[in-house]
């Protein structure tokens, strides 16, 4: 009897023994930290890309070098069924995380999104790319929605004006977003800046919505001083109304390909292209870049003078010198003219 007392005292001791190591052991798996553990205080970006598998979650983990214990980190994701549920996407992994907290994260596909903001942009072909190294899908997956004319016509746009959907701001948006989805959101954030009192005040100046952004890329171009835009916006606003050519050296750049010109010279301005408003009257058929919200307002709140010309200044570099008569504009070219002679600008 006493015997068996001892011996049923000591399977209960080892089984107590086993119990706590084994709780330790699972404790261990579950909820201490095994991510980052000594990478200071940087989270680190994930991407998981459409169609990825458990191999491809490994290797990517590897790669980044973040996992302490590889074996208990794959342990629990076989345990807990991620194996057969990846989920793509941008996951944020925070340092000193627990296996279990990480492994919950990715299998419900609790994405973290990434601020997209675009602007300094020109050409649809850069805005592409622009997109294309923020997002999952490819540059030329975006550039063809930029020129697919039955699906830009659906949106109100053509591939001359689509440019102007394209409204810059910052957005939140999820990495795996399909290049259609962009355009869809996109095409709701046009929807949502043009509201009724913007709409008004292209109602008032006679420009449909599309027209003043395209006016507006103009005034992106000709001024980085915002204070200068309403003005300058004002000249072109006059220019359209009398029915004068709007002669935007922008547009002559854009017309020949090569934006870093200094100078517009009598043969850029023979250049028979639409954009060059030197040729042809009113406005070009489409945005010469992406003009920022400042230029859009700018414009539909362009200043109200009699301005018909301005130049460039020799005196305040970025800012310009603006006439009501030609004379009068004439003296201010003359002066800046003699300004580039004498810093042999070309």
């Not at 990517?60 to 794959?74: A, P, R």
Request: with cysteine.
């Amino acid at each position: 009897m006493k015997k068996s007392s001892i011996r049923l005292r000591v399977v209960i001791a080892i089984c107590g023994l086993l119990f706590v190591s084994f709780s330790f052991y699972i404790y261990q798996i579950f909820l201490t930290p095994n991510i980052l553990i000594d990478k200071g205080d940087k989270e680190v970006e994930l991407l998981i890309p459409q169609g990825a598998t458990i191999e491809t979650v490994r290797d990517s983990l590897k790669k980044k070098d973040i996992v302490h214990n590889h074996m208990s980190f794959f342990f629990l994701t076989r345990l807990l069924g991620y194996n057969d549920k990846i989920r793509p996407g941008r996951y944020v992994i925070q340092p000193k995380s627990a296996n279990l907290q990480v492994i919950k994260k990715l299998k419900r596909g609790e994405q973290d999104p990434i601020k997209l903001t675009f602007n300094n942009i020109r050409l649809k072909e850069e805005l592409a790319v622009r997109l294309g190294e923020k997002l999952e899908f490819s540059e030329q997956d975006f550039d063809s929605l930029m020129k697919d004319t039955s699906l830009l016509n659906l949106y109100g746009f053509d591939t001359t004006t689509i440019m102007a959907m394209f409204i810059p701001n910052t957005y939140e948006v999820y990495w795996n977003t399909s290049a259609k989805k962009l355009f869809d959101r996109m095409h709701d954030e046009y929807k949502k800046f043009w509201n009724d009192d913007r709409m008004r005040k292209a109602k008032e100046l006679g420009l449909l919505p599309i027209e003043v952004s395209i006016l507006a890329s103009i005034v992106e171009a000709e001024t980085q001083k915002n204070v200068e835009k309403a003005r300058i916006a004002g000249v072109y606003v006059n220019r359209l109304k009398t029915g004068m050519p709007l002669q935007a050296d922008p547009t002559v750049k854009f017309a020949v390909g090569d934006f870093a010109i200094k100078r517009i010279l009598e043969g850029h301005t023979k250049i028979d292209s639409p954009y060059n408003t030197y040729m042809y009257t009113g406005l070009p058929p489409g945005p010469i870049n992406l003009p920022s919200v400042v230029s859009i307002d700018a414009v539909l709140n362009a200043e109200k003078h009699n301005y018909i010309y301005f130049c460039a200044s020799p005196v305040n570099p970025g800012f310009h010198d603006f006439a009501v008569t030609y004379n009068e504009h004439v003296n201010n070219a003359n002066k800046y003219r003699r300004y580039l002679d004498d810093n042999k600008v070309r």
